[in-house]
C-alpha cells in the first residue's frame, strides 16, 4: 500500500498546543463579542453592496485561521507508529466524517433559515476536521485497547 504524504509526528504536538487557545478565542469573538485591540483596522468609509471596507477587527479571522490550522497540523500528523493499520484507520475515519457532516448539513438546509444558516456554514468549516479528528482517536482508543 502507498504511504500517505503526513507531516512529521511532532507537528501533532503543535497543533494539540495551537488547538486550546484559538478555540476560547473564537467563542470569547461570538459569544461576548470579544476582539483583540491591536487587530482593529481603520479604513476610510468605502461601502460596496458586496464589500464591507469599514472598521473592523482581525479577531475572528485569527481564530478562523488558527483552529483550521491546528485542526490541519491535528489530523494530518503521522502517529509515533504509523503502519497500515493506521492509515487505514485514518482512511476509514475521513470518510466517516464526511459521510455525518453531509448528513449533519442537510438537516441544516432543511431546519435552520435566514443568518442563523449564515452560523452554521460558518461552524461548518470546522466540523468535518473536528469530527475526524474525534473519530480517528476513538478508533486508535479501541484499536490499542483491543491490543493490549
Known amino acids: 500500500m502507498k504511504k500517505l504524504p503526513l507531516l512529521p509526528h ?9 488547538f486550546f487557545p484559538f478555540l476560547i478565542l473564537g467563542i470569547a469573538n461570538i459569544g461576548w463579542d470579544y476582539s483583540i485591540p491591536w487587530l482593529t483596522y ?4 468605502i461601502h460596496s453592496n458586496l464589500i464591507d471596507l ?7 479571522e485569527l481564530a478562523a485561521i488558527g483552529l483550521m490550522i491546528s485542526m ?6 503521522k502517529e509515533k507508529v504509523e503502519d497500515e493499520a ?19 448539513l442537510i438537516v441544516c438546509i432543511v431546519a435552520i433559515y435566514g443568518t442563523g444558516f449564515l452560523m452554521v456554514m460558518t461552524y461548518n468549516m470546522f466540523t ?4 475526524f479528528i474525534i473519530r480517528f482517536r476513538f478508533v ?3 484499536h490499542n485497547k483491543s491490543a493490549a
Open 128 to 131: 468535518i476536521l473536528f469530527i
Open 42 to 45: 481603520h479604513r476610510t468609509s
Open 86 to 104: 493506521i492509515q487505514f484507520f485514518r482512511l476509514a475515519s475521513l470518510q466517516w466524517a464526511v459521510i455525518v457532516n453531509y448528513i449533519i
Open 72 to 77: 490541519l497540523l491535528m489530523s494530518f500528523s
Open 54 to 60: 469599514s472598521d473592523g477587527n482581525f479577531t475572528d
Open 10 to 18: 511532532a507537528y501533532q504536538k503543535i497543533g494539540n498546543i495551537l
Open 140 to 142: 486508535l482508543f479501541q
